[in-house]
């Protein structure tokens, strides 16, 4: 068991956990890759080299992968606007992580409270 919950700072493994994931009890020990792998592994995916460059994304596409973040004013609960996250953390001044911290938390930031849900 960890001393911190969500941490394994300080945890020790059992002695018989590295002598079983050594050498020959090793599920891949001894495994080849072939020639053809190790290429794919190797090859440079950017740019015009991903097999993805220059496809554009459908808006039903669009939809599913974009995370909506609805802004409301903290004295009156009056809707500002919905924003992607990127836009939303652009237009407010602010981290992307700090936008999530807030949403989570639920707390008004510069007089703004964040969500993912319509709240009315």
């Known amino acids: 068991m960890s001393k911190i919950a969500g941490s394994t700072k300080g945890y020790k493994h059992r002695p018989e ?3 079983s994931r050594k050498g020959n009890l090793n599920p891949m020990f001894g495994m080849k890759n072939s020639k053809e792998f190790i290429e794919m592994q ?3 995916k950017r740019g015009s080299y ?37 836009n939303c953390a652009k237009k407010i ?26 709240l009315h």
């Open 93 to 118: 001044k602010m981290g992307k992580d700090t936008l999530t911290k807030y949403i989570k938390s639920g707390l008004p930031f510069k007089g703004k409270i964040f969500s993912r849900e319509k």
């Open 50 to 86: 991903n097999p993805l460059f220059g496809k554009i994304k459908s808006p039903s596409t669009l939809s599913k992968i974009t995370k909506i973040v609805y802004v409301y004013n903290c004295l009156d609960m009056s809707l500002i606007g919905e924003y992607s996250t990127v």
């Open 42 to 44: 190797l090859t440079d």
């Open 17 to 19: 956990f590295g002598l």
